[in-house]
């Protein structure tokens, strides 16, 4: 969006209205000429997001009967405020809030043969908003619409009264010549607006309008990266327009960075506006080369030969960037209930990684061809398997693990000792296994029994009997020692 922007517009109306009064009432419809309007908008308030914007619209009436005028007049709509601009993309945003003015049609019909026009008004809180964005080529839409809240309202005669209504809009911008930093578009626009107003006396004036118009629109262009190069004075300069689009789709690529090269030195890099266009007014004549960055594309290239007073256009098309790396998606279950298993530990290629509560861990930046896959987990048998890794694709690979084979026994060893030190030959009672041995001199032992939990009683002659719990899992082995106190302490 530009600094300065005016638009003239000229074009006829579609108005269908309804008065109802305690009188006899009145319909209306037909088109009417002579709808004048200019709108005028300018930023730099301060911040260069804030501006002001200023509306006038002469609205001609024409009321007939067959083809005899009954009556005819004109009325008036006025708006100023504030407004504030927003770049989303390749659209420009507008929300405007202010002051609006706008005188509506009432009848008097005390004698439906001949009705007078007359006019009331409303004064309103006004709030709006304006979306601009690129079509095709260098041609723009524009969709906009009004909301009035009324402050104040009165009918013909001075008495108060209620208003209501409501405005929506549509154009299309086509940019027809540009001097300098001025540019000129035409406009074909359409306008849609309801209008109501209630008097105190309980008469009720309704209108619609659809407006159709061409429109001249003025725009001061920004030129925030504009530089004089050095030409002779002799010599007047020349001008280019560039435009970058996507070599595929031919859509504009606003926001790229453009660098131009003159007699081979690079001037200062340039972005690319919403409709993909840099201008450069004054560049001395000669090749001029292009060259267009942007994200997600591979860097482009463009070559135009600049003429003494002519601008030169030049379109350089930009490809999207082939993707050059993959992703693997690892998905590791549980054989024996197909859930997911947290906390394996998973190697792609020379990355590690762990499971999360899913069960799944993502290897990105790959590079594209066979990858090998470790899988492993606690009590769990380990796999390693291949993937095939495609560039620009994220590929899934589940894996189920199986459990580790059961050996069926477990087990508990150690030795028994006074508490001097001193090997003992004792006895070990395990009532729940039916077991019953002794330690050897050195006092050692080995037992072999199911994996479980066992409460095993030590004694020895001249100590005090021991009690102690072990627990065993399938195929480990539990060591542990008991000094024995004697009994004379």
Request: charged share 20%; net charge positive.
């Amino acid at each position: 969006m530009d600094p300065v922007t005016v638009r003239l517009r000229y074009g006829l109306a579609l108005r269908k209205g309804k008065q109802v009064d305690p009188g006899p009432g009145l319909t209306y419809s037909g088109f009417t000429p002579n709808d004048l309007a200019v709108w005028a908008v300018a930023y730099g308030l301060g911040p260069e997001w804030l501006g002001g914007q200023l509306s006038v619209q002469r609205e001609g009436f024409a009321l007939s009967r067959e083809s005899a005028r009954v009556t005819e007049g004109s009325l008036l709509r006025v708006a100023l405020g504030l407004v504030a601009r927003r770049q989303l993309g390749p659209l420009w945003g507008e929300l405007s809030a202010g002051y609006g003015f706008a005188q509506l049609p009432v009848f008097a019909v005390s004698n439906p043969a001949s009705p007078v026009f007359q006019r009331g008004g409303r004064q309103a809180a006004l709030l709006g908003a304006r979306l601009r964005f690129p079509l095709f080529l260098r041609a723009q839409g524009e969709v906009r619409g009004e909301f009035p809240l009324a402050l104040a309202a009165k009918e013909a005669e001075g008495r108060s009264a209620s208003s209501s209504g409501f405005g929506a809009g549509v154009a299309l911008l086509i940019p027809v010549k540009q001097v300098g930093r001025w540019q000129a578009a035409a406009v074909l626009d359409y306008q849609y607006v309801h209008d109501r107003l209630t008097a105190d006396s309980g008469a009720i004036s309704n209108q619609t309008l659809q407006r159709v118009g061409m429109a001249l629109e003025f725009s001061w262009l920004d030129a925030r990266a504009l530089s004089t190069p050095v030409v002779p004075v002799t010599e007047q300069p020349g001008s280019l327009l560039l435009q970058v689009v996507d070599a595929e789709t031919k859509a504009p690529l606003g926001g790229a960075q453009v660098s131009l090269v003159v007699k081979g030195t690079a001037g200062a890099p340039r972005r690319t506006d919403v409709t993909g266009q840099v201008v450069e007014p004054q560049l001395e004549a000669g090749d001029v080369i292009a060259r267009v960055t942007a994200e997600g594309y591979e860097p482009a290239e463009g070559r135009v030969s600049v003429t003494a007073g002519v601008r030169a256009t030049l379109e350089v098309q930009a490809h999207k960037q082939v993707a050059t790396v993959g992703g693997l998606k690892v998905i590791v279950l549980d054989k024996r209930t197909n859930k997911p298993l947290p906390d394996a530990q998973v190697v792609v290629g020379n990355k590690e990684f762990k499971t999360n509560a899913d069960g799944q861990v993502q290897a990105g930046n790959l590079a594209p061809g066979p990858v090998s896959v470790k899988i492993s987990a606690p009590e769990f048998q380990s796999v390693e398997e291949a993937a095939l890794v495609v560039a620009g694709q994220e590929a899934e690979m589940p894996v189920t693990l199986a459990p580790s084979k059961r050996v069926g026994y477990a087990t508990i060893s150690g030795k028994v000792r006074s508490t001097q030190g001193r090997a003992l030959v004792a006895t070990l009672l395990i009532p729940t296994a039916k077991v019953r041995t002794r330690t050897d001199a050195q006092g050692g032992f080995s037992l072999k029994l199911k994996p479980g939990t066992y409460r095993i009683i030590i004694s020895a002659g001249g100590h005090l009997t021991q009690t102690k719990y072990v627990t065993v899992r399938d195929g480990e082995q539990a060591i542990f020692n008991v000094d024995l106190f004697p009994r004379n302490r």
